[in-house]
């Protein structure tokens, strides 16, 4: 394997405000960029190539890997990870503890892991904790089916 040198570079528009312990990757060729009034709070890791557009809040503990594309007025909650080279769009909100493995469109709001819209993440939430007795009962139904 041969290592190729990163001779890209970090653009950091105005009002950023970055916390402490993050990290920021310039990139492998060309820029990465943090648009103008993004807010990005502690122990974020932002990778190589990454683009996140104006007036985004990243919460503690996010991890975007590289490539990613990421819109303007996006909020990622805290502990969001991002595979690489995916976009999230304009206004998306990406909930707590996410992972997000394929891209997310404008104004949309996913939850879970991996993520999906936020109220199918909810119904399959509510449906896990009635598992155990559905279960229950399935098999007493069989049960009866049995003996009949």
């Not at 502690?42 to 104006?54: R, S």
Request: one cysteine or more; proline letters at 3%; aromatic letters at 2%.
């Amino acid at each position: 394997m041969k290592k190729i040198k990163q001779i890209g570079w970090v653009e950091i528009d105005d009002d950023v405000e970055i916390g402490s312990n993050c990290s920021v990757d310039r990139g492998a060729l060309g820029p990465t960029k943090i648009g103008r009034g993004t807010k990005i709070d502690n122990l974020v890791q932002i990778a190589h190539n990454v683009e996140i557009g104006q007036h985004s809040i990243i919460v503690s503990q996010v991890g975007i890997s590289g490539s990613t594309k990421i819109g303007n007025g996006v909020i990622l909650a805290g502990q969001v990870g991002i595979v690489g080279h995916i976009e999230i769009g304009d206004g998306a909100i990406v909930g707590a503890q996410s992972g997000v493995s394929k891209s997310v469109k404008a104004g949309e709001k996913v939850f879970g892991s991996p993520a999906r819209p936020i109220m199918l993440t909810k119904r399959i939430e509510a449906c896990q904790t009635k598992l155990p007795d559905v279960i229950k009962r399935i098999r007493s139904i069989e049960e009866k089916i049995k003996d009949n």
